[in-house]
Nanobody
Framework: QVQLVESGGGLVQPGGSLRLSCATS????????MAWYRQAPGKQREWVAT???????NYTDSVKGRFTISRDNAKNTVYLQMNSLKPEDTAVYYC???????WGQGTQVTVSS
């Protein structure tokens, strides 16, 4: 049974940082491309970043230079380091395994002064 559990969200001031984690179980984590998505209130869910099994990364333009996706295969966990946060980054953040079409439950990130 695939399980994806996000954590690390919270309230942060503009310019601040957060690190999200997505702990997985029930999968051979190291072989899968992992992704982060987000959904802001009243908007469609959008792709944020991807990391392949070989640790190649890709980002949506709005987060390039501010967010970093990484993985720890020993811990079966994918991370999203978010720096220089902006109010428009406010959303529920989800991790996703595309090949399994599996989503986590999401973690809320709120950027506000």
């Amino acid at each position: 049974q695939v399980q994806l559990v996000e954590s690390g969200g919270g309230l942060v001031q503009p310019g601040g940082s957060l690190r999200l984690s997505c702990a997985t179980s029930g999968i051979i984590f190291s072989i899968y491309t992992m992704a982060w998505y987000r959904q802001a209130p009243g908007k469609q869910r959008e792709w944020v970043a991807t990391i392949t099994s070989g640790s190649s990364t890709n980002y949506t333009d709005s987060v390039k230079g501010r967010f970093t996706i990484s993985r720890d295969n020993a811990k079966n966990t994918v991370y999203l380091q978010m720096n220089s946060l902006k109010p428009e980054d406010t959303a529920v953040y989800y991790c996703y395994v595309g090949r399994l079409r599996s989503w986590g439950q999401g973690t809320q990130v709120t950027v506000s002064s």
